[in-house]
């Protein structure tokens, strides 16, 4: 078995909340998480607000650290790495952020700042080439090359994430985080930048971990998907077999929240959630006894409130951390 | 005041005052009308003016901007009042939802405080009527613990957090008019259809009428009754949201409904759009779609197709599909 390009090992992440609010208290942003995104692949993680999916691609991105587990980046512990080691391996990591507004800087034209990362490469190719390059890759994202002479706060939010994948590809990284990065994009801006992922992909080989909450972007260009809930990995496998047939609970019910073309006005009545769902915080404490997506889950039994299911193989290729997958394998899709 | 719709848009222009001192035309032949208990999808691409025209109808165009034309809100024109005038219709009549949280909230404040101002500011409300008023908003929109969030700061929370924190802000004054600019478009499809319902339940019980603004088609069908595609500034078609998504008229909104991301068995790449959105300085000559339609004929760049009704409740800006359509 080749090694991953990432090999996420128990990850932990807990924000301390004290001192802000009445009673300190503890996110537990990831819960033991544990992964690996094989090089050259499109992997799509998947999940709601506040479920940690930023802050794993912060701690991948070197921004922030793990309280507990590891992250093994191309062979080396992340997290072991000497500032000057983890700058080399920054240049073949790039991220794109949720957020393009604080990212881009206000003062510099879009040319210089899509140019940016070019600059920290040991060979800086020249000026021409720097030109060449930022014009094919502003193209590449949708802009044009009088847009190149213009500063950030004279684009539209759709334009400026633009420039922000632009910056994000243009070293040619191996692997790229894109955090929400195409949410915000319009259809056929959006299209054109699933369209260069894939190419990039298929072409050179770069390896993606592709952070969204659309499903049906993640189904388009997804080789595989991880499905996080409360900080934890609940299914993972190929894309296309895990929205064709999930088998966690949690799975069907972001799929079938999701809006479509084809579905018009207000969805059928959902049974009303069990009063302690509503009550159930979004984030948990420390891991608790059962399993976290117990209060929302039409498929709960009695296990479930007593022992917490781990990450399971199911079929071949196909993980969940569900006590009644099998249920999910007969029930009709 | 008899049978004045909610909101009227007449024949409104948006232009942008270059440093030059020349004008950009952005906008350009805009008109809707509005009752209670609309609800209104606009869909275009990034940069077709969407903003500009909710933030119009808000009265808060940026300096540069001249607006012509007429926004009347149950009868009033808006354009004609003074900033005081119109700071107080923004506070009570009419509520927007921005696209970047961020930039809608004072990083300052906690965001108890945020909701719980206008509150006191409109409603006339005490600061402790309004800040227990601003938990139950919170919780509505699903922010876990929200006594204790209450007393976050912005920064503290994630972008759908924030998101949700700038909807419960414009859902406290109860508005008659609510402007939604990509309301969730940072939220995850869980919160989405809650925070869709909710806005769906203002429409249907309170009679609120709802502008979304949104590039998710899915998300229209969802919540929209009308639908109406704009593209560089101009209206290229409206009806009804089946009609439209299902029938469309105009070659533009095809293509946007073909680039619906889907997964293609065949691995083919997505349809998308050839070309890019021109700048308003360089509109192709006649239809503004016309560089980069597929139908196009050499009619299309004589002149700006003019805004049709082919039929009841729907119109279309195309030259070919007012000759297609049988009259
Ligand atoms: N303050 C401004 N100064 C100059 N040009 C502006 C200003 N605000 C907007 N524009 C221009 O007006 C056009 C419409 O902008 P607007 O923000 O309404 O787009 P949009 O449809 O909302 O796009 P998005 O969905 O990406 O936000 C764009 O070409 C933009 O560059
Ligand atoms: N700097 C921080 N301080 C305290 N809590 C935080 C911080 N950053 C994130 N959190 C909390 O951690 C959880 C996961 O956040 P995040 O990874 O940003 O979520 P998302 O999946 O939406 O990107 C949320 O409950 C969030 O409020
Ligand atoms: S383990 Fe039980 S509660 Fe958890 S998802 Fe599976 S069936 Fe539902
Ligand atoms: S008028 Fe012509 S160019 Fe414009 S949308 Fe219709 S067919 Fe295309
Ligand atoms: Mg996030
Ligand atoms: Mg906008």
Excluded at chain 2, 62 to 86: V, W
Aim: contains cysteine.
């Amino acid at each position: 078995m080749k090694t991953p390009l990432i090999d996420i090992r128990r990850l932990t992440r807990d924000y301390a909340g004290g001192g802000l609010f009445a009673r300190p208290s503890l996110t537990r942003a990831l819960d033991d998480l544990t992964m690996t995104v094989e090089a050259g692949t499109i992997h799509g993680i998947v999940g709601e607000s506040g479920c940690g999916k930023s802050t794993l691609a912060r701690i991948l991105m070197a921004l922030d650290r793990p309280t507990s587990g590891d992250v093994i980046l191309d062979g080396a512990s992340l997290f072991d790495l000497s500032p000057k080691e983890l700058m080399r391996k920054r240049r073949d990591f790039q991220m794109v952020f949720q957020d393009p507004f604080g990212s881009l800087d206000p003062r510099q034209r879009v040319a210089r700042i899509v140019a940016e990362p070019l600059h920290v490469l040991d060979e800086k190719p020249s000026r021409a080439a720097r030109r060449e390059r930022v014009m094919a890759m502003l193209e590449a994202v949708g802009l044009n090359a009088a847009q190149a002479e213009r500063y950030p706060h004279e684009f539209s939010g759709g334009q400026r994430q633009r420039i922000a994948i632009a910056r994000a590809l243009i070293t040619e990284p191996k692997l790229v985080v894109a955090d929400e990065a195409v949410s915000a994009l319009d259809l056929s801006v959006q299209a054109q930048v699933l369209n260069l992922i894939t190419r990039l992909k298929r072409e050179r080989g770069v390896t993606f971990l592709f952070i969204t909450h659309n499903l049906a972007v993640v189904d388009a260009v997804a080789d595989q998907v991880g499905v996080m809930y409360r900080g934890r990995l609940v299914e993972s496998g190929p894309a296309r077999a895990v929205f064709e047939r999930p088998l966690h609970p949690y799975t069907r019910v972001l799929a079938d929240a999701e809006p479509s073309v084809t579905k018009f006005g207000r969805p059928p009545a959902r049974p009303a959630p069990p009063a302690a769902a509503l009550a159930a915080p979004l984030t948990h404490g420390p891991p608790g006894q059962g399993c976290a997506f117990l209060p929302r889950c039409p498929l709960a039994g009695p296990r479930c409130a007593a022992e917490a299911p781990v990450l399971r193989q199911v079929l071949p290729g196909r993980q969940t951390a569900c006590h009644h997958a099998e249920q999910m394998l007969c029930a009709p899709a | 005041m008899s049978a004045a719709p909610l909101l009227s848009v007449e024949n409104l222009d948006i232009a942008m005052r270059l440093p030059d001192g020349g004008r950009l035309p952005i906008v350009k032949d805009f008109s809707l009308t509005l009752q209670a208990g609309d609800t209104l999808g606009i869909v275009g691409e990034s940069g077709s003016g969407k903003s500009l025209l909710s933030l119009a109808v808000m009265g808060l165009l940026p300096p540069a901007a001249i607006a012509s034309g007429r926004i009347l809100l149950e009868g009033r024109d808006l354009m004609a009042l003074d900033d005081d005038g119109m700071s107080r219709v923004r506070g009570r009549r009419i509520g927007m939802i921005f696209q970047e949280p961020m930039t809608a909230l004072n990083p300052a404040m906690t965001v108890g405080d945020q909701i719980a101002e206008g509150l006191v500011r409109h409603e006339k409300l005490s600061w402790k009527a309004a800040r227990e008023a601003a938990v139950d908003l919170l919780d509505r929109v699903r922010i876990p613990d929200p006594r204790a969030r209450a007393k976050a700061y912005p920064h503290q929370m994630s972008g759908g957090q924030r998101q949700r924190v700038g909807i419960a802000i414009a859902v406290a004054m109860r508005p008659a008019l609510m402007i939604a600019d990509e309301p969730t478009t940072a939220l995850d499809v869980t919160v989405q259809a809650e925070v869709l319902e909710i806005l769906d339940d203002l429409c249907a019980r309170e009679g609120m009428a709802l502008m979304l603004i949104s590039h998710d088609l899915g998300v229209i069908a969802r919540m929209c009754a009308r639908t109406l595609v704009l593209y560089a500034g101009r209206r290229m078609e409206e009806g009804d949201t089946r009609g439209v998504l299902t029938e469309p008229l105009n070659p533009y909104t095809r293509g946007l409904l073909r680039a619906v991301p889907r997964r293609r068995v065949d691995g083919a790449p997505l349809d998308t759009i050839p070309g890019t959105v021109p700048g308003f300085a360089r509109l192709p000559e006649g239809c503004v779609f016309s560089d980069r339609c597929g139908d196009v004929v050499a009619a299309c760049r004589a002149g700006e197709p003019a805004w049709t009704q082919p039929r009841p409740n729907r119109g279309v800006r195309c030259i070919r599909a007012q000759q297609e359509m049988p009259a």
